[in-house]
């Protein structure tokens, strides 16, 4: 009986939508600990692709690719990596996909692994560079600059590294912390990164203070400018005694920069509910405009900020308040969706989910006003908790 409630929970699909529909629901892969991470819009417009954890029955942590049309059918599914091959991200140039991750089966050993397929999934290259070592978290990310090479952004020996259209090196950057007199990769973390109008590169992250290396148990959030070679050209930070910061998406808007992370006060409680989204915005030379929070009673966090192109933003996440503009909290955590201004003001707040453990973590636009927002979602089965892939389209306003 439990395998066939398993079965049955892992191609549930919402009733009611129709074949041309966007507004639709759809539930997937009811086992454990499978979570969606990222969301592309394929270049045709009319489908996407969602990367996420994705376990077997036979409990081997693999990654899953899954390619659907924007009304919610599914056209291909695939089991990417394998126990010792870890995607972390991915991208799409062309008509190709590119996934990043790491290869190895030690935390201190893991070596940049970068695979590049077809649409479809099908393997095109595959490549393992030894001599580049990366870590956990944050994970690996790449993007393809204006000229066709490819930035990969990764904490480890390096931060920033280009790659030729071959995949050779051309060259490699790391950020120090100064004021960081430790090793540990808490020191400096990148987090996300964009590229702007003329090809510079800005980052965001979070790592021990940047400003006194006696301050403890602090994190400032952090944005580095670089030029298209990688060469810095300023990193600022938000910094507070009482406050640690994270920096966690970036986007931006008319030449600025704006970034949504997450503040936490800084005291031992356990679990600590002091905990809201931040706000940013920077300048093109650095001056921080504003850094406003955003939460209610309880904790809010965000994982993605998303521009539109009348200067407004989505940010999304979830939110464990009852209060305030959040008071329709159905469950432990709900997915939040808020549209801000570029002014760091609260147009809209948007809350659902289920009576359990809710989250968002990425968005892409779709059709006009309509966007495909995934995350994931607790349920119960047997007295044990699961995690199943949840994918929205949503016309928002």
């Known amino acids: 009986m439990r395998l066939i409630l398993l079965f049955l929970v892992s191609i549930i699909t919402i009733n009611g939508r129709s074949q041309s529909s966007t507004n639709w629901e759809t539930r997937l892969y009811g086992y454990e600990y499978n979570s969606p991470k990222e969301v592309l819009l394929l270049d045709n417009e009319q489908s996407i692709v969602v990367l996420g954890k994705h376990f077997s029955k036979k409990r081997e942590g693999t990654y899953g690719l899954l390619k659907m049309d924007i009304y919610g059918n599914i056209l291909k599914e695939h089991h990417a990596g394998s126990k010792y091959k870890t995607i972390t991200s991915m991208e799409v140039f062309r008509d190709r996909l590119l996934l990043i991750g790491h290869n190895g089966s030690n935390s201190w050993d893991k070596k940049l692994w970068i695979q590049i397929t077809d649409l479809n999934f099908n393997p095109i290259k595959d490549m393992v560079f030894d001599s580049i070592k990366v870590t956990d978290f944050p994970s690996p990310k790449i993007k393809v600059d204006s000229q066709g090479n490819y930035i990969v952004m990764l904490n480890g020996d390096s931060n920033l590294i280009k790659f030729d259209k071959d995949f050779k090196v051309v060259w490699e950057k790391k950020f120090e912390n100064e004021f960081c007199t430790s090793n540990s990769s808490s020191c400096i973390r990148l987090e996300d990164f964009i590229f702007d109008e003329a090809g510079n590169i800005i980052i965001t992250g979070n790592g021990q203070p940047f400003y006194d290396t006696n301050a403890k148990y602090l994190y400032d959030l952090f944005v580095i400018k670089t030029d298209p070679n990688g060469n810095q050209f300023w990193r600022k930070t938000i910094s507070s005694p009482n406050l640690k910061y994270y920096g966690h998406s970036i986007t931006s808007y008319h030449g600025e920069y704006y970034i949504a992370g997450r503040q936490i006060a800084n005291n031992t409680n356990f679990p600590n509910k002091e905990i809201d989204i931040t706000f940013a915005k920077f300048s093109n030379n650095g001056e921080l405009l504003f850094n406003k929070p955003i939460g209610g009673s309880e904790a809010e966090i965000c994982s993605k900020i998303l521009s539109n192109q ?39 707040t948007l809350i659902f989910g289920t009576t359990e453990n809710d989250n968002l973590y990425d968005i892409v636009k779709t059709k006009g006003n309509t966007h495909v927002i995934i995350g994931d979602s607790n349920f119960g089965l047997d007295r044990l908790i699961y995690k199943e892939w949840k994918i929205y389209s949503k016309k928002l306003k």
């Open 310 to 348: 009348d200067g407004t933003f989505y940010i999304i996440g979830r939110t464990q308040s009852n209060d305030k503009e959040y008071s329709k909290n159905n469950g432990k955590s709900d997915n939040l969706i808020l549209k801000v201004d570029f002014k760091g003001d609260i147009l809209e």
